[in-house]
């Protein structure tokens, strides 16, 4: 039981706060794998992901019930900042992709689309990776292809 309720606490900390991709990996693993106690922590991980309006992000947190600031912003590398669109890939690999309740999510990453079908660098870790992944607020080939990836997934 403590696992069970560990394991639930994780999936909905993961998926409603934004932890990176590792810590959200049971979404990467098998399909056919995943126990009854896994699909039982998603599903309630997912529930509670959709149970608030990203748009507004009032999630459980240390800091007055929001995330930071990156949360609306895209970057690359995917690392220890996760942003919305980050989650809108776990959901989508998930096969949550065509829920309703992702609508307003990807229209937020469709309206941040420049006019060459493009998506900018909005936060990066310049000067903590040992390479550089594209300017801050320039067009970036990183960010556009998580983008895609995603809308591609659900159109």
Not at 15 to 26: E, Y
Not at 53 to 61: G, I, M, V
Not at 135 to 144: G, S
Request: glycine residues 8%; positive net charge.
């Amino acid at each position: 039981m403590r696992a069970q309720l560990r394991l639930q606490l994780e999936w909905q900390t993961a998926l409603c706060v934004g932890r990176n991709q590792s810590d959200v990996g049971v979404e990467q693993g098998p399909v056919k794998q995943r126990t009854p106690l896994i699909k039982k922590a998603i599903k309630q991980g997912v529930d509670f992901f959709f149970n608030i309006d990203r748009a507004t992000a009032e999630y459980p947190a240390r800091n007055n019930n929001k995330p930071g600031r990156n949360w609306w912003k895209f970057g690359f590398p995917v690392f220890y900042i996760t942003d919305l669109l980050q989650l809108a890939e776990a959901m989508v690999s998930l096969g949550y992709g065509k829920d309703k309740r992702l609508t307003n999510t990807l229209d937020f990453i469709r309206e941040k689309q420049n006019e060459q079908g493009q998506w900018l660098m909005e936060f990066d870790y310049t000067g903590k990776t040992w390479a550089d992944f594209g300017e801050k607020k320039r067009p970036n080939k990183w960010v556009t292809l998580r983008a895609l990836k995603v809308l591609k997934a659900v159109d």
